[in-house]
């Protein structure tokens, strides 16, 4: 007995629909949403080679539909970071923040994931990204990739261009050790201050080494916040109130002190100060008080790369090799003074930290057992080369005479 072949059945009204679409040589699904407002039949549609492949992407689509996410089809890994770059970040320092994370992702995110697109981003593609990356980056660099992959698909998430956050799912990987923060010792700090004495910057090395100040609170400072005479009772001192941050704020509010100048400080600054107005006026220019302490010849306010370009010929000079930082004169100021005796707590204050784990943390390889005080401690470490040099100077005046 023959048997009757099965007719295909239709699907029924409003189901799904799976067809071989002869004209584009692949499979199209169909989904029914019914009609829209203006009364047109909201059907969307997926393409796949294999029946399989449509019907994934049917589910897919289903769970967006759930979510009341919908993912565009062609909005790409790129996309999501540019968008969280222009729109997630307003508000920011342009140069500072946006500008550090704009080139991490140009440099290492966007030219390896930036042509996926993000509906379709797993968690093992990122960390095979972040895998890729580690031979070339620092632990600390991975996690910093990491986060602006996190925030740019969570500012997708919050204008529903995305589902989920598969960055959420991934750890950063071990990097290649980063380069360690370093101090220069007493005699690399004199030598280096020696070759600066005849730069403009020499001031500004000064003042850095000698009270523990950011560059980028050195760069904005301005007169009226430096104050070299002694005014009842209070010492000369320094008011670190601003920085180049964005609105001119300090790192953070403990950030913002005022500290006593060390009598080599005050002495520098002084000099600094005459030789200053003395150029302003041969330049025909007026010597402001609230103006800056730090300027180029033209009276510009100082750029942080011409100051490390600068800061590195003059490290050449002293007989150094020209890996050192103008900001690890910092890390110098507080080895020097931990060197010394001073207390931990004290050292703290001093640098602007909001704690002293603050401190522990970041100057870790530089601090020691404590003991005593701060601008005085300057005056006494820079004082012993000077009081050790005197007897040469009597013994070549006795060899005159």
Not at 251 to 280: C, F, G, N, Y
Not at 294 to 308: I, K, W
Not at 375 to 398: K, L, S, V
Request: aromatic share 6%; no cysteine.
């Amino acid at each position: 007995m023959t048997e009757t072949p099965k007719r295909a059945q239709r699907a029924g009204h409003g189901a799904d629909t799976i067809y071989w679409d002869p004209v584009k040589k692949s499979y199209v699904g169909a989904v029914s949403l019914g009609f829209a407002p203006n009364g047109k039949r909201r059907r969307p549609k997926v393409y796949g080679k294999t029946k399989t492949e449509v019907r994934q992407k049917i589910r897919d689509l289903k769970k967006e539909l759930q979510t009341g996410v919908k993912a565009p089809a062609n909005y790409t890994v790129a996309d999501a970071v540019n968008d969280w770059l222009e729109r997630g970040l307003k508000g920011r320092d342009e140069k500072g923040t946006i500008g550090k994370n704009r080139s991490m992702a140009n440099k290492h995110l966007i030219p390896f994931i930036g042509k996926a697109k993000l509906k379709e981003l797993s968690a093992d593609d990122v960390d095979d990204w972040l895998d890729d990356r580690a031979e070339f980056l620092a632990t600390r660099s991975l996690r910093d990739l990491l986060a602006i992959l996190r925030r740019s698909i969570e500012h997708a998430q919050r204008r529903d261009k995305a589902a989920r956050n598969v960055a959420l799912l991934v750890t950063a990987p071990e990097g290649r050790p980063g380069r360690p923060s370093k101090a220069l010792n007493l005699e690399q700090a004199k030598a280096v201050l020696i070759a600066a004495r005849p730069s403009r910057l020499y001031a500004y090395l000064v003042l850095s080494l000698l009270s523990g100040v950011r560059t980028e609170e050195a760069r904005p400072l301005t007169w009226d916040h430096v104050f070299l005479e002694t005014t009842d009772g209070i010492p000369p001192h320094v008011a670190v109130w601003r920085s180049v941050r964005k609105h001119g704020e300090t790192k953070t509010r403990k950030s913002r002190r005022t500290i006593a100048l060390p009598k080599q400080v005050v002495d520098v600054l002084e000099e600094h100060m005459r030789w200053q107005k003395q150029e302003r006026a041969s330049r025909g220019m007026e010597w402001s008080p609230t103006g800056r302490v730090f300027t180029t010849r033209s009276g510009e306010p100082l750029d942080a790369a011409n100051v490390r370009r600068d800061f590195k010929a003059i490290v050449r000079k002293a007989g150094l090799k020209p890996e050192w930082t103008p900001r690890e004169l910092r890390h110098s100021f507080v080895s020097l003074l931990s060197d010394h005796g001073i207390p931990l707590e004290r050292i703290a204050l001093l640098v602007g930290h909001s704690s002293q784990a603050t401190t522990e943390a970041v100057y870790r390889k530089q601090l020691r057992p404590v003991i005593t005080q701060g601008a005085e401690a300057m005056d006494a470490i820079f004082a012993e080369d000077q009081e050790g040099e005197a007897p040469e100077d009597d013994e070549e005046g006795d060899a005159v005479a």
